[in-house]
């Protein structure tokens, strides 16, 4: 379902699922003017369609004793060996999100550890051995100031 197949009813559905996945369909009906059946056929169909690709829960890292968020860039040896080092990402735990991006580097990771030293841990024992990883760059979060969702609103192009 290409974005321009999504009309306003549909966005708001998603501003309220994206904001909290939870929330009962009769509720966010009410909020839209249409029948909870309406919306149930409406997310059944963006889900068909690839718009939405699943609801989670958030898990707090913190609550979990993981108090070091750090975004590690990666330099490869040779930048068309990025298959082979996202598979060997992918079973590292501590790595939540990889990215493969422009820039100076290859590959952009967020992770999550106990702390600096489980952090330095990870670094130097398992990312920094992985084949064709040539250098890394750690920045340290200090704090999330926020997080959402993708922001859903219309975005329609603008008339030329």
């Given at each position: ?46 889900e068909a369609s ?23 860039s990666l330099s ?85």
């Open positions: 379902m290409p974005s321009n197949l999504i009309d306003e009813t549909d966005r708001k559905i998603l501003s309220f699922l994206s904001r909290d996945a939870r929330k009962p369909f009769l509720e966010i009906a009410r909020e839209c003017g249409i029948s909870g059946a309406a919306v149930h056929q409406r997310v059944r169909k963006m690839g718009v939405v690709t699943g609801s989670q829960m958030t898990v707090k890292p913190s609550t979990l004793g993981l108090n070091v968020c750090a975004f590690i490869l040896s040779e930048n068309n060996k990025y298959p082979e080092v996202i598979a060997a990402l992918k079973h590292i735990p501590e790595v939540v999100e990889c990215h493969f991006v422009t820039g100076k580097a290859a590959l952009l990771l967020k992770v999550y550890c106990y702390d600096n030293n489980h952090l330095m841990d990870i670094l130097l024992t398992t990312i920094q051995r992985i084949p064709y990883v040539l250098s890394t760059e750690t920045i340290i979060s200090l704090d999330e100031a926020f997080k959402r969702e993708v922001w859903v609103k219309d975005h329609r192009k603008k008339q030329e």
